[in-house]
T-cell receptor, first 112, second 115 residues
Framework: GENVEQHPSTLSVQEGDSAVIKCTYSDSASNYFPWYKQELGKRPQLIIDIRSNVGEKKDQRIAVTLNKTAKHFSLHITETQPEDSAVYFCAAILSGTYKYIFGTGTRLKVLA | DTEVTQTPKHLVMGMTNKKSLKCEQHMGHRAMYWYKQKAKKPPELMFVYSYEKLSINESVPSRFSPECPNSSLLNLHLHALQPEDSALYLC??????????????FGPGTRLTVL
């Protein structure tokens, strides 16, 4: 079946450094790729998304890039802060059913 | 109102109990979802309602029974659950299930423990 691979599973960075999380999807017809942040005990919250007709999108310290040919997309967080510590999930929308296929998650720790 | 709300926040139930989880949104969204999330795992889709009709059932056991009384409310009725059903149950909503760019908004979840 269709799937989304996400790497790394855990990531520790020093405060102020950058963090990059990568996802690869299998459904070549996927055209929407959201990223969710989930803090411990909280709901997943959309932090940024990208549509297939765009190669890059930026929102302050967060950016997402998409390579449709290679079927991968990445989340970039610059100038990381302790409050960025959370689990991040990428997702791809499955063509036909419009279901989300989630990646396995990345636990980001920002060390002060 | 731009939130999805869920009640209760926590629920402990025995294997013979019957209970219900409730979800509400007032964003005018016409698609609503139930997800199950185990610790350290991504949300796992259970059901999708589109325009108050069940659109997707991901082969969920019949001890879970969804209901969509109106466009703002979504319930999940629980009966004869197993301990392995203990998890965080998340509700979500989106403008329309079949929208190409389908941002889903999640509720805070109900943490369910089955004894």
């Amino acid at each position: 079946g269709e799937n989304v691979e996400q790497h790394p599973s855990t990531l520790s960075v020093q405060e102020g450094d950058s963090a990059v999380i990568k996802c690869t999807y299998s459904d070549s017809a996927s055209n929407y790729f959201p990223w969710y942040k989930q803090e411990l005990g909280k709901r997943p919250q959309l932090i940024i998304d990208i549509r297939s007709n765009v190669g890059e999108k930026k929102d302050q310290r967060i950016a997402v890039t998409l390579n449709k040919t290679a079927k991968h997309f990445s989340l970039h967080i610059t100038e990381t802060q302790p409050e960025d510590s959370a689990v991040y999930f990428c997702a791809a929308i499955l063509s036909g059913t419009y279901k989300y296929i989630f990646g396995t998650g990345t636990r980001l720790k920002v060390l002060a | 109102d731009t939130e999805v709300t869920q009640t209760p926040k926590h629920l402990v139930m025995g294997m013979t109990n019957k209970k219900s989880l409730k979800c509400e949104q007032h964003m005018g969204h016409r698609a609503m979802y139930w997800y199950k999330q185990k610790a350290k795992k991504p949300p796992e889709l259970m059901f999708v309602y589109s325009y108050e009709k069940l659109s997707i059932n991901e082969s969920v056991p019949s001890r879970f029974s969804p209901e969509c009384p109106n466009s703002s409310l979504l319930n999940l009725h629980l009966h004869a659950l197993q301990p392995e059903d203990s998890a965080l149950y998340l509700c979500a909503s989106s403008q329309d299930q079949v929208a190409a760019y389908n941002e889903q908004f999640f509720g805070p979840g109900t943490r369910l423990t089955v004894l």
